[in-house]
């Protein structure tokens, strides 16, 4: 019914930029807050921003002054822009959208299959 699909990773060197998209399809009455999390390789999922469905956002530690969240509700789709990225940011990263499928339906929670970034020289 929904499906959330990212794109835009890939190998960077320190230092550089990439910008990831996530697209939802599907059955959509209403996207409202949607996340950014990453896992890297031994470690626990973590979140990296959030923005809800009027454009507030939050960021973690962690990324805040080089990642910036943003998304595009007459595209369905949110954008992570990376900065100054570190090889600590190597991860792979995944969006979760809360979406109601129908006006009458509580809102779930979708994941994406993920995009991998690697920062490395």
């Known amino acids: 019914q929904v499906q959330l699909v990212e794109s835009g990773g890939g190998l960077v060197q320190p230092g550089g930029s990439l910008r990831l998209s996530c697209a939802a399809s599907?059955?959509?009455?209403?996207?409202?807050?949607i996340a950014w999390y990453r896992q890297a390789p031994g470690r626990e999922r973590e979140l990296v921003a959030t923005i809800t469905s009027d454009g507030r956002t939050n960021h973690s530690d962690s990324v805040k002054g080089r990642f910036t969240i943003s998304r595009d509700n007459a595209k369905n789709t949110v954008y992570l822009q990376m900065n100054s990225l570190k090889p600590e940011d190597t991860a792979v990263y995944y969006c979760k959208d809360r979406i109601k499928i129908r006006s009458w339906r509580s809102p779930q929670d979708y994941w994406g299959k993920g995009t991998l970034v690697t920062v490395s020289s």
């Open positions: 599907g059955t959509i009455f209403r996207i409202d807050d």
